[in-house]
C-alpha cells in the first residue's frame, strides 16, 4: 500500500499501486522463466512484486543463531532395533519435538545419501536446463501430476517469494514415466519410494507417541498421498528486502524436507525465528496443520519460512503427506480416541481438497487456515 500525507490522494494512489502491482505480475508470470529467468538476464535491483514491507510481518531482527538451547532437535533413528526400550526413547523424544517444536531431524534414517544427493542434483538439473524445455512443463493447473512455476500463491499472496516450484504427485497415483521431467525422472522415482518406506515408518513413531496403535495414523490414510515440492532459490542480488518462502504453516500431514548445506530455513519458536542449520546427511521433518487438526492440538504445526540469500542457487525437496487436490469425501477430524470430557474437539472435520483450497485461495498472508477450521469455545 502506498501511503501519502495526503487522506484524498491515498485512494487513487493505492489504486495505482494495485493495478501496477497486477500487471508486473501478469508479465513475470506469462514470462514462464521464473526467478531464476530474472537471474539469467543479470537484474540487480529485485522487481517490487518481491519486495516485503513490515505489514507482511517482514523481520529479521528477532533471528536467533548458534544457541545451543535453541536448536531443532536431531534424533538418530539408527537405534531403531529390535530394543523395546531403545524405541520407547526414540518414540518419547519424537513426541517431545513435535509437541514443543513440530519440528525435528532425524539422521541413520535409512535413505543412502547417494540418493539423497542424486535428487539434490536432478533438481537442479531440471532447472538449469534451457528456458524452453522447461516451458512445457510450466502451468498453474495443480490438477496436473507435475507443475513448475514461480510461487504456487503469486496472485494471491501479499507479494512474491524468490523462488522457483516444480511439484509432483507421486501417490496415491503414480505418474507415467513420459509426464516426468527427462533430466530428473528416475531420481523423482527412486526417492520418492525411499521417502514412502520412511514416511510410514515416521507415522508409526508418531501414532506411538500419541498413544495410539502403531498402525493407526497409517490405517487413517496419512501416507496414502506424496506430493514432491522441489525448490530452486538462486542468489538474491537484494536479500535484505525479500524472502525465499514467506512465514507458514504446512498444508498436509507431515512434511520430510531434504536440503543442501546453504541454510535458510528457519521456524518461529517463542516469536524467535531459529535456524534450522544442515546437517550431514540429516532431513528434516515437521508436523503439518492436518496433524495438528487430528491430534486436537497435541502436537504442533509450526510457522517456518527461508531467507533469501546472496549465495546460491539452493535447493530443497519437500515431501508432503497428503493427496493435494485429488478429490475426496474422506473426512478428517480430531481423533476420537484422544478426545475426553477435558478434552473437546477443538475443530471440525474437513476433507484434505477443502483444506488446501481455502488455503490456497488465502494465500501466504501471515494467517493460520487452521483458524478457519476452528469449533467456536463451549462453556
Not at 509437541?99 to 544427493?117: D, R, T, Y
Not at 514412502?196 to 498421498?225: Q, R, T, V, W
Request: charged residues 25%; aromatic residues 8%.
Amino acid at each position: 500500500m502506498v501511503v501519502t500525507s495526503s487522506d484524498e490522494a491515498a485512494p487513487a494512489a493505492a489504486f495505482k499501486a494495485e493495478y501496477d502491482r497486477a500487471a508486473e505480475l501478469k508479465a513475470f508470470d506469462e514470462t514462464r522463466a521464473g526467478v531464476k529467468g530474472l537471474v539469467d538476464a543479470g537484474i540487480t535491483e529485485i522487481p517490487r512484486i518481491f519486495r516485503k514491507s513490515i505489514s507482511d510481518g517482514f523481520t529479521q531482527s528477532n533471528s536467533v543463531s548458534g544457541d545451543a538451547l535453541l536448536s531443532i532437535p536431531v534424533i538418530d533413528l539408527g537405534c531403531l532395533t529390535g530394543d523395546s526400550f531403545a524405541r520407547k526413547e526414540i518414540v518419547d523424544r519424537v513426541r517431545e519435538a513435535s509437541e514443543k517444536w513440530g519440528f525435528f531431524q532425524i539422521v541413520n534414517h535409512g535413505i543412502p545419501e547417494s540418493v539423497m544427493e542424486e535428487m539434490k542434483d536432478g533438481v537442479r538439473r531440471f532447472y538449469e536446463q534451457e528456458t524452453e524445455v522447461k516451458k512445457a512443463f510450466y502451468s498453474r493447473d495443480f490438477t496436473k501430476q507435475l507443475v513448475y512455476n514461480s510461487n504456487n500463491n503469486l496472485y494471491s499472496s501479499p507479494s512474491a517469494d524468490w523462488r522457483d516450484t516444480f511439484t509432483c504427485r507421486m501417490a496415491p497415483d503414480s505418474p507415467k514415466p513420459e509426464d516426468l521431467p527427462l533430466v530428473c525422472r528416475d531420481i523423482l522415482v527412486e526417492y520418492s519410494k525411499q521417502v514412502m518406506k520412511l514416511g510410514i515408518l515416521l507415522f508409526e513413531l508418531i501414532s506411538e507417541a500419541l498413544g495410539l496403535n502403531p498402525n493407526h495414523l497409517y490405517d487413517m490414510d496419512c501416507s496414502e498421498g506424496l506430493v514432491l515440492l522441489c525448490h530452486y532459490y538462486p542468489p538474491c542480488p537484494q536479500p535484505e528486502l525479500t524472502l525465499g518462502v514467506s512465514k507458514h504453516a504446512d498444508i498436509d500431514f507431515l512434511t520430510v524436507l531434504l536440503q543442501d548445506n546453504i541454510g535458510g530455513l528457519q521456524v518461529l519458536i517463542d516469536n524467535k525465528w531459529i535456524d534450522v542449520s544442515p546437517q550431514p546427511g540429516a532431513l528434516v521433518v515437521n508436523i503439518g496443520d492436518l496433524l495438528q487438526l487430528i491430534s486436537n492440538e497435541k502436537l504442533k504445526s509450526v510457522e517456518h519460512r527461508v531467507l533469501a540469500s546472496h549465495v546460491g542457487p539452493r535447493v530443497s525437496i519437500a515431501s508432503f503427506f497428503c493427496t493435494g487436490v485429488l478429490p475426496t469425501s474422506k473426512l478428517y477430524g480430531p481423533i476420537k480416541e484422544l478426545l475426553s470430557e477435558n478434552n473437546h474437539p477443538k475443530y471440525r472435520e474437513t476433507t484434505v481438497r477443502d483444506y488446501i483450497t481455502y488455503f490456497s485461495t488465502k494465500g501466504l498472508d501471515g494467517t493460520s487456515a487452521l483458524d478457519h477450521f476452528k469449533l467456536a469455545e463451549t462453556e
